[in-house]
């Protein structure tokens, strides 16, 4: 098979002359790790509080988290991107819409894409909350609520606070596939770190250096997240339950 | 506000449905070799070769470590050329379905193999041992006493994660094979009523998964070893 290796293809200048090859990787890394930071933080916090609206003794308030889950799992996240980016700004009152459209392009692909992700990786976060609480004995909740703590305080001080300490593990999964699930993001033309592969596949007919690149940077991103969750998890873990001090 | 108009949708059921039948093509034989592949994949994991086990670690964390859409773009991109050059085939023969599929399995592959070594690993230590006391080999020991006991209890969760599979099928729109969703997409775009076919798509997909969830649920409760 006759194919000429060429690593130097990037650091050549793009064909628009503005940066090289190189440039444009790591602008699609950014890109890839700004959407997944943004999204993750607002996953966690919505998941957090569907997760514990799922646990409370309130059958609308559980009820509603319970669809909100079963409506984000059950749609394929593409499905999903394609209507926040091409369905929603048809949706809203036609000024808002308007005004969103005449917004910069990139902006309207990158919250497209942060809230889509956000709320899909939400659903999960969500579900992995749920268990959390459900995995503490009940005499916490009891114990909690026979000291005179009302039940937000319970949560807030008692049931929270162990919970979440507990479920790390499932999360670092959860972390480790929001950046997995930003690729799809490339569907609708963000320049993120997949989208720029394809790119250099195209002006550099290079396409098995480009894609062994960008491959590296996704293990990468994959090797710093495990250790970075594997040190967060040393930390906190509790003590006296199974791998704690 | 939108103005709802859903009338491209019954004219266009048929070619839906067409796109369908791809989806499901491509799942089940996913699923298939994903789940055969992933148990040879687990058993090399748990043996006591260490280049055997050392090979299976290093595909499963290559794998899961790699988005899909990566995996699908290596096979719609790059594989195909590589095959047509290695076999000297025509050039653009139309290897798309083929190459799609075989991405996903050899992706699935990796996920359900870690489903299956933890399904092996849960079956108690004492079968292994009670089955070589009765003089069978590792082997045997294997295929008739701890696989069929450990696929019992992985039934869920296989399921489960066949239900994934079928949603990550649309992801196949970046190869540009109109399965279900791409063919919604392509309606839509034809008759610039992508809002409406979106929505039909998503319901669509909502429906299927809430189901086979739900049917899967209810085969767990009933599998339950007593």
């Given at each position: 098979?006759a194919?000429?290796?060429?690593?130097?293809?990037?650091?050549?200048?793009?064909?628009?002359?503005?940066?090289?090859?190189?440039?444009?990787?790591?602008?699609?890394?950014?890109?890839?790790?700004?959407?997944?930071?943004?999204?993750?933080?607002?996953?966690?916090?919505?998941?957090a509080?569907?997760g514990?609206?799922?646990?409370?003794?309130?059958?609308?308030?559980?009820?509603?988290?319970?669809?909100?889950v079963e409506?984000?799992?059950?749609?394929p996240?593409?499905?999903?991107?394609?209507?926040?980016?091409?369905?929603?700004?048809?949706?809203?009152?036609?000024?808002?819409?308007?005004?969103?459209?005449?917004?910069?392009?990139?902006?309207?692909?990158?919250?497209?894409?942060?809230?889509?992700?956000?709320?899909?990786?939400?659903?999960?976060?969500?579900?992995?909350?749920?268990?959390?609480?459900?995995?503490?004995?009940?005499?916490?909740?009891?114990?909690g609520?026979?000291?005179?703590?009302?039940?937000?305080?319970?949560?807030?001080?008692v049931?929270?606070?162990?919970?979440?300490?507990?479920?790390?593990?499932?999360?670092?999964?959860?972390?480790?596939?929001?950046?997995?699930?930003s690729?799809?993001?490339?569907?609708?033309?963000?320049?993120?770190?997949?989208?720029?592969?394809?790119?250099?596949?195209?002006?550099?007919?290079?396409?098995y250096?480009?894609?062994?690149?960008?491959?590296l940077a996704?293990?990468?991103?994959?090797?710093?997240?495990?250790?970075?969750?594997?040190?967060?998890?040393?930390?906190?873990?509790?003590?006296?339950?199974?791998?704690?001090? | 506000?939108?103005?709802?108009?859903?009338?491209?949708?019954?004219?266009?059921?048929?070619?839906l449905?067409?796109?369908?039948?791809?989806s499901?093509?491509?799942?089940v034989?996913?699923?298939?070799?994903?789940?055969v592949?992933?148990?040879?994949?687990?058993l090399?994991?748990?043996?006591s070769?260490?280049?055997?086990?050392?090979?299976a670690?290093?595909?499963?964390n290559?794998?899961?470590?790699?988005?899909?859409?990566?995996v699908?773009l290596?096979?719609?991109?790059?594989?195909?050329?590589f095959?047509?050059?290695?076999f000297?085939l025509?050039?653009?023969?139309?290897?798309?379905?083929?190459?799609?599929?075989?991405?996903?399995?050899?992706?699935?592959?990796?996920?359900?193999?870690?489903?299956?070594?933890?399904?092996?690993?849960?079956?108690?230590?004492?079968?292994?041992?009670?089955?070589?006391a009765?003089?069978?080999?590792?082997?045997?020991?294997?295929?008739l006493?701890?696989?069929?006991?450990?696929?019992?209890?992985?039934?869920?969760?296989?399921?489960?994660?066949g239900?994934?599979?079928f949603?990550?099928?649309?992801l196949?729109?970046?190869?540009?094979?109109?399965?279900?969703?791409?063919?919604?997409?392509?309606?839509?775009?034809?008759?610039?009523?992508?809002?409406?076919l979106?929505?039909?798509?998503?319901a669509?997909?909502?429906?299927?998964?809430?189901?086979?969830?739900r049917?899967?649920?209810?085969?767990?409760?009933?599998?339950?070893?007593?």
């Amino acid at each position: 098979m006759a194919y000429n290796w060429n690593w130097d293809v990037f650091l050549q200048p793009t064909a628009t002359g503005d940066d090289t090859y190189l440039g444009w990787m790591f602008y699609g890394l950014k890109m890839t790790i700004a959407l997944s930071l943004s999204a993750w933080v607002i996953a966690l916090a919505l998941g957090a509080v569907v997760g514990v609206l799922r646990t409370v003794p309130n059958k609308w308030l559980s009820g509603f988290a319970a669809a909100y889950v079963e409506v984000f799992r059950n749609i394929p996240l593409l499905v999903q991107l394609f209507l926040w980016y091409f369905v929603m700004p048809e949706l809203l009152p036609v000024d808002w819409g308007n005004a969103l459209k005449q917004t910069n392009p990139v902006l309207q692909q990158f919250l497209a894409s942060m809230l889509c992700l956000a709320l899909f990786t939400s659903a999960r976060v969500a579900e992995q909350v749920r268990s959390g609480i459900n995995s503490l004995p009940p005499g916490q909740k009891n114990a909690g609520l026979a000291m005179g703590f009302t039940l937000p305080q319970t949560y807030r001080f008692v049931l929270l606070p162990m919970a979440v300490r507990l479920i790390i593990p499932p999360l670092t999964s959860e972390f480790l596939n929001i950046f997995k699930n930003s690729a799809v993001c490339s569907t609708i033309g963000l320049l993120e770190l997949a989208a720029q592969g394809r790119q250099l596949v195209d002006y550099t007919a290079q396409p098995y250096e480009s894609f062994i690149a960008v491959t590296l940077a996704y293990l990468l991103i994959n090797v710093v997240v495990m250790f970075g969750m594997r040190w967060v998890e040393a930390h906190v873990r509790v003590p006296g339950y199974i791998g704690g001090k | 506000m939108h103005e709802f108009d859903w009338s491209s949708i019954p004219g266009a059921l048929p070619f839906l449905w067409d796109g369908m039948v791809i989806s499901l093509q491509i799942t089940v034989t996913a699923v298939l070799v994903g789940i055969v592949w992933g148990t040879l994949l687990a058993l090399m994991r748990l043996s006591s070769i260490k280049p055997l086990s050392w090979f299976a670690a290093a595909y499963v964390n290559l794998f899961r470590a790699v988005p899909l859409v990566m995996v699908l773009l290596w096979f719609f991109l790059i594989v195909p050329s590589f095959l047509e050059s290695l076999f000297g085939l025509p050039r653009g023969s139309d290897v798309r379905l083929a190459s799609a599929i075989t991405g996903f399995a050899l992706f699935e592959a990796a996920y359900y193999s870690e489903i299956i070594r933890a399904g092996i690993q849960s079956v108690s230590k004492g079968q292994m041992a009670a089955a070589s006391a009765l003089g069978m080999t590792y082997g045997q020991a294997m295929r008739l006493v701890v696989l069929p006991q450990a696929f019992r209890n992985m039934v869920p969760l296989l399921l489960t994660q066949g239900i994934i599979l079928f949603q990550d099928t649309s992801l196949v729109y970046v190869s540009a094979l109109a399965d279900f969703f791409g063919a919604a997409y392509k309606v839509g775009d034809r008759d610039g009523r992508l809002v409406e076919l979106l929505l039909f798509a998503g319901a669509v997909y909502f429906v299927i998964c809430f189901t086979a969830s739900r049917i899967v649920r209810y085969c767990q409760n009933k599998l339950k070893v007593a």
